[in-house]
């Protein structure tokens, strides 16, 4: 929610990330250093649609910074790994890139669930990992942000989309105000991000007036939704609400609406794919949000969509490319700053200073302003809804939401 790992020049030498910078110790690369940028993202399986949009778009950003000369005497290459969408993946992959002292940073990765089971090996590496998609709240803020009680829970672990606390409340507020839905109907998948979106939907919608006439839990390998069909049918919902992503939304959209139960289907940004709509024939109407504004509409992604084009990646950069070309991005800057404060070659113990510098890090990005809180969040807090129509999402409403 396309594996390409640069080959190393021969006879290179690897290029310790805690060791010396001496030119002995440099790739011969016209005596440029080689800095890999990790990623971590689900290249394959139900979520693929998804993870080879952020893989190809950090792709496109260490490509675009070694063709500009972005940091002088450096090269970027990318080493990307599959998860599969699995934590137990995952876990493996920061394991694997955090031993390769080569890699400055990880890009990734798309799940929260899958997250949770890197941050704390990325932590003890010393490894900056940067989420263009995780949207779970605990994973910066700790688990009593529903208290107002917050407290970073990783030094290194940084994300430039924005969390459900503030979408789902989005969501939930434009279900109230603008769908005009009094009744809903809220299931989740059990993961992470699915219980945490429905929950901050649930939480909004109910305290503007509106009523949850029934909740569901499914399980993400459900593909048979009979039960749940019959159940809101007899609950007469206005709308339901699907915490979870589009391989399993798409399949209950389409019974759904062939059970009888002829409302709309709305969700979040793992809704948001055009594979919603391949695999759902009955999906038109249906709504979703999504973290920041449709990179079509925005001047700073122009350049983001020519650039992509004309690489001729052959799967589109879907909901998250542009967040993250910015994530891949965050990290270069971080690189050259460290760089510009070393007199022009990368320090020593170069990871810890990236997780410095991302702290200050501030750029106009793909998606608009980059830069992070003091959780590592993101302080770019615009969402968009968005509405299923002729057979593609069209963009709705976006705002920069403030509960």
Same mark, same amino acid.
């Given at each position: 929610?396309?594996?390409?790992?640069?080959?190393?020049?021969?006879?290179?030498?690897?290029?310790?990330?805690?060791?010396? !910078?001496?030119?002995?110790?440099?790739?011969?690369?016209?005596?440029?250093?080689?800095?890999?940028?990790?990623?971590?993202?689900?290249?394959?399986?139900?979520?693929?649609?998804?993870?080879?949009?952020?893989?190809?778009? @950090?792709?496109?950003?260490?490509?675009?910074?070694?063709?500009?000369?972005?940091?002088?005497?450096?090269?970027?290459?990318? $080493?990307?790994?599959?998860?599969?969408?699995?934590?137990?993946?995952?876990?493996?992959?920061?394991?694997?890139?955090?031993?390769?002292?080569?890699?400055?940073?990880?890009?990734?990765?798309?799940?929260?669930?899958?997250?949770? /089971?890197?941050?704390?090996?990325?932590? /003890?590496?010393?490894?900056?990992?940067?989420?263009?998609?995780?949207?779970?709240?605990?994973?910066?803020?700790?688990?009593?942000?529903? $208290?107002?009680?917050?407290?970073?829970? +990783?030094?290194?672990? &940084?994300?430039?989309?924005?969390?459900?606390?503030?979408?789902?409340? &989005?969501?939930? *507020?434009?279900?109230?105000?603008?769908?005009?839905?009094? !009744?809903? %109907?809220?299931?989740?998948?059990?993961?992470? %991000?699915?219980?945490?979106?429905?929950? *901050?939907?649930?939480?909004?919608?109910?305290?503007?007036?509106?009523?949850?006439?029934?909740?569901?839990?499914?399980?993400?390998?459900? !593909?048979? &939704?009979?039960?749940?069909?019959?159940?809101?049918?007899?609950?007469?919902?206005?709308?339901?609400?699907?915490? @979870?992503?589009? #391989?399993?939304?798409?399949?209950?959209?389409?019974?759904?609406?062939?059970?009888?139960?002829?409302?709309?289907?709305?969700? @979040?940004?793992?809704?948001?794919?055009?594979?919603?709509?391949?695999?759902?024939?009955?999906?038109?109407?249906?709504?979703?949000?999504?973290?920041?504004?449709?990179?079509?509409?925005?001047?700073?992604? =122009?350049? &983001?969509?020519?650039?992509?084009?004309?690489?001729?990646?052959?799967?589109?950069?879907?909901?998250?490319?542009?967040?993250?070309?910015?994530?891949?991005?965050?990290?270069?800057?971080?690189?050259?700053?460290?760089?510009?404060?070393?007199?022009?070659?990368? #320090?020593?113990? #170069? !990871?810890?200073?990236?997780?410095?510098?991302?702290? /200050?890090?501030? +750029?106009?990005?793909?998606?608009?302003?980059? /830069?992070?809180?003091?959780?590592?969040?993101?302080?770019?807090?615009?969402?968009?809804?968005?509405?299923?129509?002729? =057979?593609?999402?069209?963009?709705?409403?976006?705002?920069?939401?403030?509960?």
């Amino acid at each position: 929610m396309l594996v390409l790992t640069a080959a190393l020049t021969t006879g290179a030498l690897t290029l310790s990330a805690c060791g010396s !910078r001496d030119d002995d110790k440099e790739k011969s690369d016209g005596g440029k250093t080689t800095v890999v940028i990790g990623l971590d993202a689900p290249i394959t399986g139900d979520l693929s649609a998804l993870g080879q949009g952020l893989k190809n778009s @950090g792709d496109l950003a260490v490509k675009t910074a070694n063709k500009v000369g972005e940091v002088s005497g450096v090269k970027f290459e990318l $080493k990307a790994l599959d998860d599969q969408a699995q934590p137990s993946a995952g876990q493996q992959n920061i394991t694997k890139l955090g031993g390769d002292d080569d890699v400055i940073g990880v890009v990734g990765p798309l799940n929260s669930g899958v997250a949770q /089971s890197m941050q704390t090996v990325a932590e /003890s590496n010393g490894l900056a990992l940067i989420s263009p998609a995780n949207t779970t709240p605990d994973l910066s803020q700790g688990k009593d942000w529903k $208290k107002d009680v917050r407290k970073r829970q +990783f030094s290194t672990y &940084f994300r430039t989309a924005t969390t459900d606390e503030v979408q789902g409340a &989005f969501g939930g *507020a434009y279900a109230w105000e603008k769908i005009k839905a009094k !009744r809903v %109907y809220v299931i989740d998948d059990q993961k992470t %991000y699915g219980i945490g979106l429905a929950s *901050a939907f649930q939480d909004k919608f109910t305290a503007l007036g509106g009523k949850v006439v029934g909740t569901e839990h499914v399980n993400p390998e459900d !593909r048979d &939704f009979k039960a749940i069909v019959s159940k809101a049918r007899q609950a007469k919902p206005d709308l339901i609400f699907y915490g @979870g992503e589009y #391989p399993v939304s798409a399949p209950l959209s389409q019974q759904l609406k062939d059970g009888g139960v002829r409302v709309p289907l709305m969700g @979040g940004d793992g809704m948001y794919s055009a594979d919603f709509i391949n695999l759902n024939k009955k999906a038109e109407g249906d709504f979703a949000t999504a973290v920041g504004k449709p990179v079509e509409e925005l001047e700073s992604a =122009k350049k &983001f969509i020519a650039d992509y084009k004309a690489a001729g990646y052959k799967d589109a950069y879907e909901a998250y490319g542009g967040s993250a070309y910015d994530a891949t991005w965050a990290i270069i800057q971080a690189v050259k700053a460290i760089v510009a404060e070393n007199d022009g070659k990368l #320090p020593d113990k #170069p !990871r810890e200073k990236v997780i410095k510098a991302l702290s /200050s890090v501030k +750029f106009e990005g793909v998606t608009g302003p980059v /830069s992070f809180d003091e959780y590592g969040d993101t302080t770019n807090t615009m969402i968009t809804a968005y509405k299923v129509e002729n =057979k593609a999402w069209k963009s709705q409403y976006s705002a920069i939401y403030k509960d």
